[in-house]
């Protein structure tokens, strides 16, 4: 059975700081990996989309790697601002013999003090 | 908009109340799939579909039925709701099983 974790479970920066958040899982047999942004009350937006057979994808000030066979992905945000401040989720989507299942890590919430 | 609507957005009912809970897209998705969120176990998938012809479970699909009879809605259909299925859903949709995925805004259930 898939597992995702994902460290560290919170963090509290300064405006400005270049940060890493990590994302492991254990079967690398996977579609793709997504990272995703959730503000409180609300859905998840996606941000970046990797799949299994690509290395890193970047939008803007973030960027995001992925090594398959270690099974682990961080995602990169530059100059990190106040409006970052969010709750970081990945998810992989792993092999079934139907179709997929998407698992999740349980986030890393992400506060930029201003 | 392209976007994922769910209705309702909030609903408080009693055990063993058969509700649904319904789920749109207007992206021509191929891919739809529910999840539910709870504090200290994350999102967690119920069922997915991966067209109109294929449905399957998810980790906790116990509880809880789909329907896909046409490509844009996916209802999850709780028949006997219990208290332990108070949670934060959410439904979600891609392109293919490989796509990026679209979330809806969520659906908070109240089970008494």
């Known amino acids: ?114 | 908009e392209a976007q994922v609507t769910q209705n309702p957005r909030y609903l408080i009912t009693v055990t063993g109340k058969k509700l649904t809970v319904t789920c749109s897209q207007n992206m021509n998705h191929e891919y739809m799939s529910w999840y539910r969120q709870d504090p200290g176990l994350g999102l967690r998938q119920i069922y997915y579909s991966m067209n109109v012809e294929v449905t399957d479970k998810g980790d906790v699909p116990e509880g809880y039925k789909v329907s896909r009879k046409e490509k844009r809605n996916f209802p999850l259909i709780l028949e006997s709701p219990s208290p332990n299925q108070t949670s934060l859903y959410f439904c979600a949709s891609s392109l293919s099983v490989s796509g990026e995925l679209f979330f809806g805004e969520g659906s908070r259930l109240t089970v008494l």
């Open chain 1, 1 to 114: 059975k898939q597992e995702v974790t994902q460290i560290p479970a919170a963090l509290s920066v300064p405006e400005g700081e270049n940060l890493v958040l990590n994302c492991s899982f254990t079967d690398s047999a996977i579609y793709n990996l997504q990272w995703f942004r959730q503000d409180p009350g609300k859905g998840l937006t996606s941000l970046l989309l990797i799949q299994s057979s690509q290395r890193e994808q970047t939008s803007g000030r973030l960027n995001a790697s992925l090594d398959k066979s270690s099974g682990r992905s961080t995602l990169y945000i530059a100059a990190s601002q106040p409006g970052d401040s969010a709750t970081y989720l990945c998810a992989v989507a792993g092999y079934q013999t139907s179709g997929s299942r998407l698992t999740f890590g349980e986030g890393t919430q992400l506060t930029v003090n201003p």
